[in-house]
Structure formats: structure tokens, C-alpha cells
């Protein structure tokens, strides 16, 4: 029987934020007759609405049954999502009463709203007088329905069949009654009846409490015994005579297919629970026909499946701490090595109790895998002496093995750090090409779009902004992009060289006095060219490169963020024309890397393929 759970409904505040969860299953509140107060009897819990439903069209709705005092939904405090229930306070407690007749299982946004009285006081709920349970019920059998149902018996304060995410009934419900006697006579008169052709079971509601002690009290005094690994032979004569030697057996059933056959496990019933223990300390794991037998207690298969579950999870974590600290990560392999190169490169640093290259279906290296030590201590000195080591023509990636969940958190740790970095270089350098720094948000794995990166369809750079400020009478309007404004009339031209766009996209520095020779006018005015500053002394302009390549001598003279930006657009070009789809998330995968490593990928085709590869068969495995 599954458990019922009481309805805790709080005195509605307002003013007050909720942050609670919905009231679960069970029942509610008490009347507003029999003594309560007016501002209690006023005030009415609305459950089971739609999470669009806002406090207008709650107003416009109970508003028509009179004067409504107040009306709060409630809220999650963080996201401020609805709970799916409200409170809808009157200002007296005949219109409460007149809502909760017509109001209540009326449709709010095609769903049947519940309605009841509020409670303030929680005795009512603890006791559990005059709450019932119901199970076997229809599929077709509403809270209505179920309402319409009890309601013959006495004033019913909440009613609600059970139903699971996706708004189906789980075959059971609850009625809570005013008054025990009511309950009482519920039970009497529909427990054993038919309700839409199914004989339903009605009976008082017993707390989780209650019933996990009867529980474990029936499993400590079993009668029923489940018996396995049978020979296929053995006739059920035989088996009902291998226990009748313990015990008054009450019952014996070998269970067999449609064809007569034994399926190798079966059913025993004693008449007391003694025998029933006799039985399994005597033949559990005895020899019975050339097997073993494995008796023990029966179970339910909802009981097996929670202590299956219960042993994998442990399982589970006793090879977490078994391989805490000795298991390590390798990746960046070549595509020769296998496990018995690799167990050759680590053996050096302590005793190996597995090693293994992970390999895909035709049996083709990924580029990683696992290496485990003994001790945690040996673990530690292959991570530092192999973590960047050069393996043929690649540098190795060594690191401790860890979990994906936990992978995943310190991962979006490091994004969150990246984003926080991107803001404090904002406030630092104050603007990008004479105006305000634009980081666009992060794209897949960490790796920024627009400006360097071209993830999702983003442009490789987001358009620089005029050098001048946009004027009228005749003044010239900004360069499209890709291509550097002309100064106005009147401006003298910067020098050779200066201002040339960098690999990346991004302008070349000038010097602070060569800007305010081509950014500030010298003479009286914007059209006078008299008293001309004379132009600085030209500086080089860089080499210019082909797409898909890296101009070193830019690379070099600039911030190691903007050097990643600059790797990011080669690789993207790079990989764009095999993986136009996916270029994006697999240069953000890349860029992980450390700008060195990414340059020797760049080097190495058949490095950067590979590394591309692998990129793809983890976002194959994420997808998944």
C-alpha cells in the first residue's frame, strides 16, 4: 500500500513570499463552523492549477462569488515559479462557503481546481482522524468523481485521487472527513463494493510509521519461502518433499512454462514461521540433484528491486574508494599505442594492476586511457612526470580519473571563473577601438562566441565601432565593416602602417601621442588643415597571412586571451569545411587546451584530426 501523507497547509500571509513546496497528498482543513474565528473561516487553499495562473485571473474568477480580501500564489523564493496552489482570502466567511460549493473542481486554464478550507491549527492533521484511503480505483475516477462518491457519507474537507508527473492516476486516493464517525461509516458501506466495474478497498489511513513497523514486523516473522536454482528435473512431488521434512508445509508451487517445463525456481508456504526459519538454516546453499540451492525469505518485487538497488549503490561506491586516488586519466595517444605501449611508459613509477586503451567498436583507438596503481603515492609521481611528456608527436594529458558529475561541476566552476575574469577586464581596460568592451557570452565548453569564435553561426568578430563619433553636416560615415573608417576632412592621415588590423581582426596599437595627432584637430577648426601636426614616425606594418594560419610575430605580442581568440578563428577555419555543423562546440572543446598544445596541433594535421576526433566521440557520448 503506498503511503499516504498528510496535507500541511499554512495560515495564508499576503504579504508573505512562500518558499515551500505544494501540499502533498492527504487531507485538510477543518470547516469554518464549529468555532473558528472570521479570518480563518474566510480563507480558502485553491491546489492543482496550472503554473500560468496568475492572482488576476484568480481575482476575476472568486471576485464573482463576492468581495475577496486577498489573494496570493505562491511562489518559489528563487526562480519565482508558481507552487500550483494559492490562497484566496474573503472578507466573510458565507462568500468563503458559497466559492468552495460552486468554485471547487472547476476548470482554471482546463484544469479542475480543489478547493478547501484552510487550516490553521495542525492537530487535526497529525492525528489523522477521519482521513481514509482508497486503492484499486479506476483510471477514469477524478478528484470530483471520488468527491461526489463520499460525499453521501458526511461533510468531506478534502478529497484528491493520487496521479504522477504526467497528471495519470496511480489508482489510489484520499478522503478526509469532518467528523471520525463519517470516515467510519465511509468504510462500512463502499470497502468490497464496485466503483466503475472494480472492487475497491477502503480502510482508515495508517501513518508511514505505522505501517513500516508492521512491515518489518511481518518480514521478521516470514512463513513464505522463495527457492532457486532447481534442476530442471526435479518433479514437484520431489521439491514439496524436501521441505515437508521441516515442517506442516501449507503450500508448494514449482513454477513451470506453457510447455511444462521447469524454470528452476518455486514457491514453499509453512504453517509457522519456526519452520519456515528450520527450512532455509538447513537448506539454503545445500546440494539438492548436483546445484545449490539458494532459499530464503520471499519478497515483493518492489522490495527486491529497493535491495538491488540498494547494493549496486553500494557496490558502486566501494569501487569509488578502492580506485580513489590510484586510477588516472590519459589522453592525447597516438593512434599506435595500445596497452601494452602504455603500461610500458608508466611502469616505471609503481606497480600497474590495469591498464587499458579505450577503443570503439572497429576496434580504433579514441586517444585515451586508464592507468591504475597500487598506492595512491605512485599515482601522484606518474601524473607529474608524465603530464605533458611528449609520446611521438603528441604531448601527453595525465590527470587523476574522475567522475562525470564530478568533471561536470568543477567545468562549469571554470566557466563561471572565466566569466568573472571577462567582467574585471571590462572595468580594467575600459574599452575596445576608443569605445566600451563587448564580451559576448560564453558558447559550448567554455569557449567564447563573436569577437575570435564562431560557435552556433556567431560572425568570427563582432563589428568594431567608428573610430569617430557619427556627426551630421556632411561629416563621413563609418567604414562597413572589415574595413578601417577614413578620418574626416581636415584630419591628417595616420602613417603607414598604423592602425593596420592585427591577424585577429583587432587594430594595431598606436601610441598615445600618434592618436591625438590623427583623433584631434590642429588647427581652429575641423575644415582648417592649417598647423598640422608632423606624422609621427611610421611604424612596420605586420606581414600579412593566409587564412588558416597564425602570424607569429602578432601571436607573440599580444595577451594570452586574445592569442586563444586568435587560435580559435584558425582552428574553426580548419575544421569548418569536415564538421560545418559542429565546428563551433569543437573548436570551444579545443580551446580547453593550453595555447602551446594548440599550436602543435596546428603543426600537425593528423594531431588536429585526431583531436577532433576525440572531441566528437565525447559530445556522441554526451548526447546520448
Known sequence: MSTPVVENVPQPVPEQVAAAAPPPLGYAASAPTHGANTATSASLYVGELDPTVTESMLFEIFNMIGPVASIRVCRDAVTRRSLGYAYVNYLNAADGERALEQLNYSSIKNRPCRIMWSQRDPALRKTGQGNIFIKNLDEQIDNKALHDTFAAFGNVLSCKVATDEHGNSKGYGFVHYETAEAAENAIKSVNGMLLNDKKVYVGPHISRKERQSKIDEMRAHFTNLYVKNIDPEVTDEEFENLFKQYGQVQSSLLKRDDQGRNLGFGFVNFETHEEAQKAVDALHESDFHGRKLYVARAQKKAEREAELRKQYDQARQERMNKYQGVNLYIKNLEDDVDDEKLRAEFEPFGTITSCRVMRDERGKSKGFGFVCYSAPDEATKAVAEMNNKMIGSKPLYVS?????????????????????????????????????????????????????????????MMPPRPRYPPQTGGMPIPAPYGQAPPPPQGYPVPPAGRGAPRANGAPAPTSPVAGRAHTRPQGKGPGSPKRAAAPAQAMPAPQPTEPGQINMAAFNSVSP????????????????????????????????????????????????????????????????
Open 400 to 460: 587523476l580519473a574522475q567522475r562525470k558529475e564530478i568533471r561536470r561541476q568543477q567545468l562549469e566552476s571554470q566557466i563561471a571563473q572565466r566569466q568573472q575574469l571577462r567582467m574585471q577586464q571590462v572595468a580594467v581596460q575600459g574599452g575596445y577601438m576608443g569605445g566600451p568592451m563587448y564580451y559576448p557570452p560564453p558558447g559550448p565548453y567554455g569557449a567564447p562566441q563573436g569577437r575570435g569564435m564562431m560557435g552556433y553561426g556567431q560572425p568570427a
Open 561 to 624: 586571451m586574445e592569442q586563444k581568440q586568435m587560435l580559435g578563428e584558425v582552428i574553426y577555419i580548419k575544421i569548418a569545411p569536415q564538421q560545418p555543423e559542429l565546428a563551433g562546440k569543437i573548436t570551444g572543446m579545443l580551446l580547453e587546451m593550453d595555447n602551446q598544445e594548440l599550436l602543435t596541433l596546428l603543426d600537425s594535421p593528423e594531431a588536429l584530426t585526431g583531436k577532433v576526433n576525440e572531441a566528437l566521440s565525447v559530445l556522441q557520448d554526451f548526447t546520448k
